[in-house]
């Protein structure tokens, strides 16, 4: 029995243990394959979020680093948008063919004014905008007599130049004392003037009105210079004619009559096919003027009626102010720009009576309206009434306070190809808005930079000289409220990027680390 038993145990030991390694070797094998799956997904899932987040932070990289290179326009925050270029402005030299630079010499590389000017050499790339300092550029400062230490703007255009100072790149508005930014304006003018070989000439009468680009228009004078043209008075009784290179004549409000010599010499002038800007206001005092109303005659337009116009509609007056007149713009190649923009403001204004369709006819004049009241307006004769509503003595109605008046001297012949000469008048029966005086007792900000008051007189003169690209409703100046440098632009667009590319990744290893642990 013992014997058996021992051979038995033999017989079974070694079976057992055979069973047992399988057994182990199937114990092992099963937890290989799960850890050899886990690591399959986890490199899988590791290297697809690797990939990602390497993508992800490459993009961001990237745009940063070209945000760096890039010659970026800068963000305007300024309410009148003052430091991004206007349309009128990239009309006016997107045809430049001559090469300029914009030396800004001791200018910051993040100073907005440098920023805008960059703006102008992605327009034309024959502008070049380059920021120098007087210590690496001696000869620049040299030649043009550059002060050690001060910053200014030098324009070169082969043998012409022009320099701005810091200066000349701001004004301030007289009520709030506040600093208010023109660098586009002066910079836009600047380009213009080192570029341009024919200025047009606008002469102002003078001797015949209390108003004077020295006394109660030197805005607009200055406006005008900025514009390029050479502004300059002509007193008719010292010349005996108005200056053959005249290319617009200015009137303004002739407080007395002309004499002989200003009216014969303003007669040739028409017939030569020159072209006149006048504003008429109104007055009170009935003058006797037979030689203006002669010259008036000659475009079809009776003498001015004794009365002001004001207005009933309160959608077509400034403030409830019955004299502050807000004309309806019409939409000529005059006014055009202007006829969905801030509108014009007319004190005083006095109405332009045209003679009859058969006599304009006869005379060969055609007339264009500019500028008309409501329906609701009235004009009074009556100046010692106060009253702010239409009394039974006033006359009610719609009247035109804007006009041109296109004149044929002589018709074109085929033949000889000789074109039609003409004669323009653009009238306003207004002419206090384009002074230099206050809108009201309670400011000191002149009447011109209301509104756009200062485009429709610099409009009209742009028609006139047949300078018709340059008819646009201007950028409107107002206080410089902030805009960014290029270097914020590039901290802020940073931001911009940076902050959604931290959380996106963030998500994904968040999504990760949660998945890992299901």
């Not at 007055?283 to 002669?294: D, F, M, R, S, W």
């Not at 003679?355 to 008309?372: A, G, P």
Request: hydrophobic share 35%.
């Amino acid at each position: 029995m013992k014997k058996s038993d021992k051979k038995e145990k033999k017989i079974e030991n070694p079976n057992s243990k055979t069973v047992k390694n399988k057994e182990k070797k199937n114990k092992e094998k099963k937890p290989n394959k799960f850890i050899e799956t886990i690591k399959k997904k986890w490199l899988i899932n590791g290297t697809k979020t690797t990939l990602l987040v390497l993508i992800i932070l490459a993009i961001f990289f990237g745009v940063n680093i070209g945000l760096q290179k890039a010659s970026l326009t800068p963000l305007d925050f300024s309410k009148e948008k003052l430091f991004t270029l206007t349309q009128a402005s990239k009309d006016k030299v997107k045809n430049i063919e001559k090469d300029v630079t914009l030396y800004f010499v001791e200018y910051s590389d993040d100073d907005s004014t440098l920023d805008l000017a960059k703006q102008y050499s992605k327009v034309n790339n024959h502008i070049k905008v380059e920021a120098v300092k007087a210590n690496d550029r001696p000869d620049l400062v040299q030649k043009y007599g550059i002060e050690s230490g001060t910053t200014a703007i030098i324009a070169e255009c082969g043998e012409k130049y022009k320099i701005l100072s810091s200066q000349d790149l701001v004004t301030y508005d007289s009520t709030t004392y506040e600093s208010i930014s023109i660098a586009e304006e002066k910079l836009t003018a600047t380009i213009q003037t080192v570029t341009t070989d024919t200025v047009p000439k606008v002469y102002f009468l003078s001797g015949y009105s209390k108003l004077s680009l020295s006394s109660g228009m030197q805005y607009l004078n200055a406006y005008l210079e900025n514009e390029i043209y050479d502004v300059e008075t002509v007193d008719v009784l010292t010349t005996g004619k108005i200056p053959d290179d005249c290319d617009t004549l200015v009137i303004t409000m002739p407080s007395k009559d002309f004499d002989e010599i200003a009216t014969n010499a303003i007669i040739d002038y028409i017939n030569s096919g020159k072209n006149i800007l006048w504003f008429q206001a109104a007055t009170a005092q009935n003058i006797e003027t037979p030689n203006v109303n002669k010259i008036l005659a000659m475009y079809g337009i009776n003498p001015f009626s004794l009365g002001i116009i004001r207005e009933a509609d309160s959608d077509r007056m400034l403030s409830n102010q019955p004299d502050l007149i807000l004309p309806n713009i019409q939409s000529t190649d005059v006014t055009k720009k202007l006829v969905n923009a801030e509108g014009v403001i007319f004190i005083d204004a006095t109405k332009i009576n045209t003679m009859d369709s058969d006599k304009l006819t006869e005379l060969n004049v055609e007339k264009t309206e500019l500028l008309k009241t409501s329906e609701k307006s009235y004009f009074r004769t009556n100046f010692t009434n106060s009253q702010d509503e239409a009394e039974d003595d006033d006359e009610v109605g719609s009247y035109t306070v804007g006009e041109m008046m296109t004149k044929t001297i002589t018709e074109a012949n085929e033949e000889t190809g000789e074109k039609a000469k003409t004669s323009k008048l653009i009238i306003y029966g207004e002419n206090y808005f384009i002074s230099d005086m206050p809108l009201t007792s309670s400011t000191q900000t002149p009447v011109i930079q209301y509104r756009q008051n200062k485009d429709l007189a610099l409009n009209s003169i742009s028609y006139l000289v047949d300078r018709e690209d340059d008819i646009t409703a201007r950028k409107s100046t107002g206080t410089v409220t902030y805009t960014a440098t290029e270097t914020e632009n590039r901290i802020i667009l940073t931001i911009i990027f940076a902050i959604p590319l931290v959380i996106i990744v963030a998500g994904i290893i968040v999504w990760q680390i949660r998945r890992r642990k299901k």
